[in-house]
């Protein structure tokens, strides 16, 4: 199963991660990084972005592939994923844009969309280490409840539960597109090392259901009990409903120090 990290609170949380990245970026500066949007990963980028400044490391050999972007919104709308992986990601830590990635929710090439995504990622040789958040329903990416566990980058349907959780960033309910392209859960699994992130007690059912629950498309993160290298970092209030967090807690004060994260 995936390693269980419970911090006092997200900034812990975040700290632990941006550090973990910043030191794989300094042994590797041609590292192919997952990224995520959604709020979860906002204060990492954000100290990695300090991080890397500080040290002056070149980071333009850097590769990075988001996970999704909606179907038909305009690439300039300050809510799409191209607009915040540039934002957050790519102008903070001054990466190459050219080397960053988001799949294309253009409505004309939407069907070759996902097959030419899945072709990058493979010329790129694969992506690293994948950061993800999680849904309140499961899902990673925009895989909503029911994906297949073995999808590829597609087009999908939203459901009213991620539109309703997404519509603080828009104006209306309304103007929450309906359709997302994504990468799939089996092209999220072949990332080298997957870290999931959440916090706060909204996210404890989906959290419990993915980590101990049984593996199934209708808890899509149950899917990183298969990953040879998942590591989840929560807060003490997402760790609220599962049953071996004392457990978890303990194994990683007593990990051996070798073992990265
Ligand atoms: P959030 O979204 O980070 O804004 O909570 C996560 C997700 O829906 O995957």
Redesign the pocket.
């Known amino acids: 199963m995936a390693e269980i990290i419970i911090k006092s609170n997200e900034n812990e949380a975040a700290e632990l991660v941006a550090d973990f990245f910043f030191k794989q970026i300094e042994t590797n500066p041609k590292l192919v990084l997952g990224l995520?949007?959604?709020?979860?990963?906002?204060k990492v980028y954000e100290l990695l972005a300090e991080k890397i400044k500080r040290s002056n490391i070149d980071v333009k050999s850097l590769q990075g592939f988001s996970?999704d972007e909606y179907v038909g919104i305009d690439f300039a709308h300050p809510e799409s994923y191209h607009s915040i992986i540039d934002n957050h990601v790519t102008k903070p830590m001054g990466l190459d844009p050219a080397k960053v990635n988001v799949p294309n929710g253009n409505y004309e090439t939407i069907i070759s969309a996902g097959p030419d995504y899945e072709k990058a990622i493979a010329a790129a040789g694969g992506i690293d280490i994948q950061i993800?958040?999680?849904?309140?329903d499961g899902?990673?990416?925009?895989n909503e409840p029911g994906s297949s566990l073995a999808s590829r980058t597609r087009i999908k349907t939203l459901t009213e539960q991620?539109r309703i959780?997404?519509s603080r960033f828009f104006n209306s309910l309304d103007e929450v597109p309906t359709h997302c392209i994504t990468q799939g859960i089996g092209t999220i699994m072949q990332a080298k090392h997957l870290i999931l992130?959440?916090?706060?007690e909204?996210?404890a059912e989906a959290i419990a259901q993915s980590v101990e629950g049984g593996i199934s498309s209708f808890w899509p993160a149950s899917a990183l009990q298969m990953h040879p290298r998942a590591t989840v970092v929560i807060d003490e209030a997402c760790s609220s409903k599962l049953k071996n967090a004392q457990y978890y807690k303990w194994a990683f004060e007593h990990k051996p120090t070798w073992q990265g994260l």
């Open positions: 995520a949007t959604g709020s979860t990963p906002l996970l993800l958040g999680i849904g309140t899902h990673i990416g925009f991620t959780d997404n992130m959440a916090f706060g909204s996210k």
